[in-house]
């Protein structure tokens, strides 16, 4: 080789094959991996395509998280003359040459490497930064279409429960964790690992539903102290009001009956109840204590009259949509003697004409 690239590296063995990490300057991204921009037969290509609007969400990712974004290790095939050269030290130990006449094909970490370009173009001090890349021998594209299939093939994507559990940086996320923590009954009925619950789980509720629901509630209110309190305030009485929520505390109902016959513990309504918590954000917030209690007039049963078409089809199947949220919320202020406003209108009409 007349000219190459050289990594530092360290071998390894899998399936009988050596591979390579090695840890790359984010500036060189550009210049060992090619345009992904030009059209290829999804059957002439060991990838996805490209899917730019991914690009500036991960961009961003990491310019505002300048001092603690983290990225797991891209994997890329050589398609070209390579050499390892052990050092003295460690036969697994050495520099990786690879000739500048190699072309590197991405397998998995397409949208970072694009995205990282992306960032350099605004913050240069990237340049210096390093990303683990695992380097595999290129044996052609369908060997290469298998590693594809097979790195990607068993990826699990997180729930957002979960996700929501462990971000630090999203104000509401943390919020909707104290205040789960800190009512009672939420903590103890609230999955916070899975979106979706079977029907003999534990839980009644997600952590993800009730971010949702914080989410109608604050709307672009900033997340902040008061924000937080007032949550909590809500919560708090919702939980106190909502009789069979209490019933089950006291045992007078069980979690089967609960479930089945009642519609209280559905995602839709706990966010039916987050439209409501925002009319009381900017409107009643003073009012909330009195106002509330109008909840243990609420028939809560999913066979009420109250819920068909609104919430529940003729088969008896939830609908869990943006317009079931408000059209349950109209169904709750009217019950709490709270005036409809023009939105809750249009809705309201919408739904008649549709019966």
């Known amino acids: 080789m007349d000219f190459c690239y050289r990594f530092p590296a360290v071998k390894g063995l899998q399936a009988g094959k050596e591979y390579y990490i090695a840890m790359i300057p984010l500036r060189l991204l550009s210049k060992i991996f090619g345009n992904d921009d030009e059209y290829i037969p999804p059957e002439y290509r060991a990838q996805r395509r490209l899917n730019t609007t991914r690009i ?36 697994d130990l050495g520099i990786l040459e690879v000739s ?11 949208h970072r490497k694009a995205s990282i370009i992306e960032a350099i173009t605004e913050d240069e001090t990237l340049n210096t930064e390093t990303i ?52 009672e009954f939420f903590d103890q009925y609230t999955d916070k690992e899975k979106d979706i619950l079977g029907k003999f789980s534990s839980n009644f509720f997600t952590l993800n539903t009730f971010y949702k629901a914080n989410k109608k509630i604050l709307k672009r209110a900033e997340c902040n102290d008061s924000a937080e309190a007032f949550l909590k305030q809500y919560w708090s009485a919702v939980v106190k009001h909502i009789l069979p929520w209490n019933e089950l505390t006291n045992k007078e109902l069980s979690k089967v009956d609960l479930r089945e016959k009642y519609i209280i513990t559905q995602a839709i309504i706990i966010q039916a109840l987050g439209v409501l918590g925002n009319h009381f954000l900017i409107n009643d917030a003073k009012e909330l204590e009195k106002s509330i209690t109008g909840l243990e007039k609420v028939d809560w049963l999913r066979s009420a ?8 089809r003729s088969n008896g199947k939830i609908i869990n949509s943006n317009d079931a949220a408000r059209l349950a919320c109209n169904v709750l202020k009217e019950t709490l003697g709270i005036p409809l406003d023009s939105e809750d209108l249009v809705y309201e009409e919408k739904f008649t004409k549709g019966k």
């Not at 500048?100 to 397409?110: H, L, N, P």
């Open 56 to 91: 500036p969400v991960i961009k961003d990712y990491i310019l505002d998280n300048r001092d603690s974004y983290v990225f797991s290790a891209l994997a890329a095939a050589i398609d070209g003359e390579y050499n390892f050269a052990p050092s003295m030290a460690s036969a």
């Open 100 to 110: 500048m006449d190699a072309r590197f094909m991405i397998v998995d970490g397409q």
């Open 132 to 183: 683990s890349v695992v380097f595999y021998e290129d044996k052609g594209l369908q060997h290469g279409q298998q590693m594809f299939t097979d790195l990607n093939k068993h990826a699990v994507k997180t729930s957002n429960s979960i996700a929501e559990l462990y971000d630090s940086r999203d104000a509401l996320a943390v919020v909707t964790r104290r205040v789960i923590s800190e009512i």
């Open 305 to 312: 009259e109250c819920w068909k078409g609104r919430v529940i």
